[in-house]
């Protein structure tokens, strides 16, 4: 494997606290050195040199909460085709939700993915499984068994567990195995007939409103739960300002747990749904913007530990529908770094804050390689100009679906290259 070395570079690494011009060295698919005196250990024989002309070079990003339609709706997505999307995005390594068909929730599934991604993915591809068999909320799934096979966390994906002895059972039994529960929350009854959030938009809009009480009830819920229990607790998707009190709350009180927000309930709120623009119906709905500022100040002030993209794939026969008729969901891999980097523009979130929740944190929380440049970690970096300004254009979309929240939107920020354990798989 050929060596690398990225000169002239601002490397800007969580891990170390580290934000300074300097030198990249790669080798041998993992980091030889970073930092302004790594370039007086000379160059390997036969390396690379790439110029970075001051570019910033940052942790592969690490994406956490990504579904993907294989098996069973190969249409929407593949393995290999979101691997394409996570490398233009610069996402090094994901979590796969287990809402496929047939649902994760066995040994055989979650060797299929760690099998599949080895044969046709070009980056890292992290199975996680289901909680419950069939998501049916009863019977516990073989955790054991599911995390010696590969799996890295248990979650229903989109789904809510409603019976609180079943998800005190998968707390406990979750503990003894030292794995997380990541949970996405949203009560059955409240926001079941409801498509966006509740409140004056909605009813100008004539659509059904979820309150955000349907996801803050069964969250606090999961949070007693959780310090009855002593679990690891990890609320996938928070979008309210009552739920990131209540996760600064359960910490506070000594439980074990964490929290993320989709990167579309940082940058966008319920006005964006605008004409019933159903790229914009997403699950928990786009909040008002209070509630949007209030997720960008749990960010930055360490309530909410991850960004994710909540990449969900949806195809036409789901989305080209009236409003309250189509599928919830957005694409999300190719412009989650670009659309955070939106924060750092405009001064809500340190450029080293927004790395570590897009990279160091995730990787941390979920025990997986990468999220650093620290000397013998595996070399998965991305190269990034924080300033060049791009378009989000359907046509360029490497995702096989293309409902993205962005289309048409302008960023600044963009990809230059990305590199997976020391092999380049994408670059501008």
């Known amino acids: 494997m050929s060596a690398t070395v990225f ?114 993915a070009i980056v890292n591809i992290f199975p996680s499984a289901a909680i419950t068999k069939g998501f049916a909320g009863r019977e516990l799934c073989e955790f054991g068994l599911l995390k010696e096979a590969g799996a890295v966390m248990l979650t229903e994906g989109r789904a809510t567990i409603a019976n609180a002895l079943t998800m005190r059972r998968a707390l406990t039994y979750a503990r003894d195995l030292g794995i997380t529960i990541a949970h996405e929350t949203q009560d059955r009854d409240l926001g079941a007939s409801g498509v966006m959030n509740e409140g004056l938009f909605a009813s100008w809009l004539g659509l059904a409103g979820i309150p955000r009480e349907a996801e803050t009830i069964p969250l606090a819920r999961d949070l007693m739960l959780t310090g009855l229990t002593g679990g690891r607790y990890h609320a996938a998707k928070i979008s309210t300002a009552m739920s990131a009190a209540a996760i600064a709350r359960a910490r506070n009180e000594g439980a074990h747990v964490s929290a993320g927000v989709s990167i579309n ?15 914009f119906r997403l699950s928990p709905p786009l909040r008002a913007e209070e509630d949007r500022l209030a997720m960008v100040e749990a960010l930055r002030n360490g309530v909410i530990d991850i960004i994710v993209s909540s990449h969900d794939p949806q195809d036409v026969d789901t989305k080209r529908l009236p409003f309250a008729e189509a599928e919830s969901g957005a694409i999300g891999l190719e412009t989650l770094l670009s659309a955070a980097l939106r924060l750092h523009h405009n001064g809500d979130v340190p450029l080293m804050r927004l790395v570590e929740c897009l990279s160091t944190t995730p990787a941390r929380l979920f025990g ?33 679906s293309k409902n993205t929240c962005f289309e048409g939107a302008r960023m600044q920020g963009r990809v230059l290259q990305t590199m997976v354990a020391g092999r380049k798989v994408f670059s501008a």
């Not at 610069?90 to 649902?103: K, R, W, Y």
């Not at 966008?268 to 790229?279: P, S």
């Not at 390689?369 to 070399?379: D, E, F, I, S, W």
């Open 368 to 400: 997986l390689p990468g999220g650093t440049l620290k000397p013998g970690a595996p070399a998965d970096l991305v190269l990034v100009d924080l300033d060049a300004p791009w378009l989000v254009r359907e046509a360029d979309i490497r995702s096989l």
């Open 7 to 120: 000169n002239n570079a601002r490397i800007v690494d969580p891990s170390r606290g580290l934000d300074e011009n300097g030198t990249v060295i790669v080798a041998d698919g993992k980091i030889l050195a970073a930092g302004k005196g790594a370039a007086n250990q000379g160059a390997p024989d036969n390396a690379t040199i790439v110029d970075c002309g001051g570019h910033a070079v940052l942790p592969g990003l690490v994406d956490a909460r990504v579904f993907i339609g294989e098996p069973g709706a190969e249409h929407r997505e593949t393995i290999a085709s979101a691997s394409r999307a996570a490398a233009a995005g610069g996402v090094t390594s994901l979590v796969m939700m287990p809402d496929t068909a047939p649902i994760i929730d066995d040994v055989a599934l979650v060797e299929f993915v760690l099998r599949t991604a080895r044969e046709t």
């Open 265 to 279: 309930h940082l940058a966008l709120n319920e006005n964006d749904i605008g004409d019933y623009r159903t790229f």
